[in-house]
């Protein structure tokens, strides 16, 4: 234990090759159930502020800051006038509590009987958050060594440099970390972080440490679990929280940007894997919850036989072969022949299966439809070359120019950057769940199930790359 103070559409079909990466060391990362965007579709009037007051709440904190500035300047009617501040401070002021505090207290005594007073509560409890002290001693349980080290050294790296950029604000705070991948007991390492005076845990982040956790542990301080456990929808233990990088928060906000782009009819494409069909439950629940409907849904498993495959999906016959001199008479006949029940594509694909099935997607005429993916296709290293076979998909991943400012490319980091802001600010969370934080892997909201997720930006893949 240390301590510390402080188009290639060129293809050569026939002979495409598939090399797989192995997936064991991420399966173990993932859990086995369970931001703001840059450019968000315009809202009509009517559907933006005839809402229930939470959704227009939601609505419009997808808009982006100078959109919401622009609206309130533009703005006669005094009840969405007020709308909009409220959006406006509540961005402006997220990442320092105290002062996002004031500002609501000074919204209130404006606009008292405004129906946005339901998203926090009263004054008391607002001026009793304001005197809310931050932990002192932070224990943190991660593997620092064997299958898992690497991600537990990205993490570990990520943290600290969220916690040596705020020592000016917390000098006496102390984080002292205990190394998961050298014991058998989780439960009795978090004991002993207990007893050595930590008064807020962070960890662990192997999904089977988290469940045993969950289920042999009487958490005595607040602690946040790197990953999510099987827990269906019941509540989570009091004092146990759990944040970590959900790929159903990706597929809820392909479908709610999509259907907010006027889409409603969808084909999905996913792997016949736990994880495809983990993620198109998911995806499919939230779609059909906000009037999308599912037209098909291909699973895919060997990518041999992509070309035909695609081909038939798409209903294009494959006895009508393009010609290799361009022929546009030619090419409009087969454009035509394509399905055309669908307005838009969601993607479930690792990267290099996404390189092979959106190039033939648009090779097949379906390069006029817009296709949402999840992070899962884009690595996060730049690469001109290869992604340029992704270039127009739709990825709703972390906000990667906030990671590239910091010369930091990688997720794992992030969750460590955040795991630490989140240490920190928990309790403002709780008491304001409908005005998030704004962290390096998204807006962070916690669930009535004391589950973090995460808000995110969606954003085109242009030139290689995402931003």
Known sequence: ?????????????????????????????????????????????????????????????????????????????????????????????????????????????????????????NDTTLNQLLSSPAPQHLAVLLPQQGEFGSSGQKIREGLLSTYYASLSQNNKQTIQFYDTSQSKNVSALYQQAVSQGADFIIGPLIKQQVEQLRQSTAFVIPTLALNYTTNGHRSLPSHFYEFGLLPEDEASQMAGRAQEAGLSQAIII??????????????????????????ETWYYSSPNHFNEQIARLLKVSMNSNKKLIPDNDSDNKLAQQRRHDF??????????????????????????????????????????????????????????????????EDRLYAVGQDAYLLSQALPRLILLPSFPIYGSTGALTLSTQHQIHRRLPCIAIHNGRIG
């Open 1 to 121: 234990m240390k301590k510390y103070i402080v188009p290639k559409i060129l293809l050569i079909i026939s002979i495409i090759l598939f090399t797989g990466c192995s997936t064991s060391t991420f399966s173990a990362l993932i859990p086995s159930s369970t931001g703001e965007a840059s450019t968000p579709a315009p809202l009509k009037k009517t559907t933006l502020w005839n809402n229930h007051p939470q959704q227009l709440w939601e609505n419009l904190q997808v808009i982006s800051l100078s959109r919401l500035k622009n609206m309130a300047s533009n703005h006669p009617d005094a009840i969405q006038h007020a709308w909009i501040q409220l959006a406006i401070l509540s961005k402006q002021k997220e990442a320092r509590t105290n002062d996002l505090i004031k500002e609501l207290i000074n919204w209130r005594t404006r606009y008292p009987t405004h129906p946005a007073n339901v998203l926090f509560p």
């Open 343 to 408: 307005d838009v594509i969601f993607l479930f694909a690792q990267p290099q299966e996404a390189r092979i099935i959106v190039p033939l997607l648009k090779y097949y005429y379906a390069n006029n439809i817009p296709i949402y993916a999840t992070s899962a296709v884009y690595t996060g290293r730049i690469n001109s070359i290869k992604n340029a076979d992704l270039n127009g998909v739709i990825v709703c991943d972390i906000p990667w120019k906030k990671q590239i400012m910091n010369n930091q």
């Open 270 to 295: 996913a792997p016949r894997t736990a994880w495809g069909n983990r993620l198109v439950s998911a995806f499919s629940t939230k779609w059909q919850a906000i009037g999308g409907h599912i037209q």
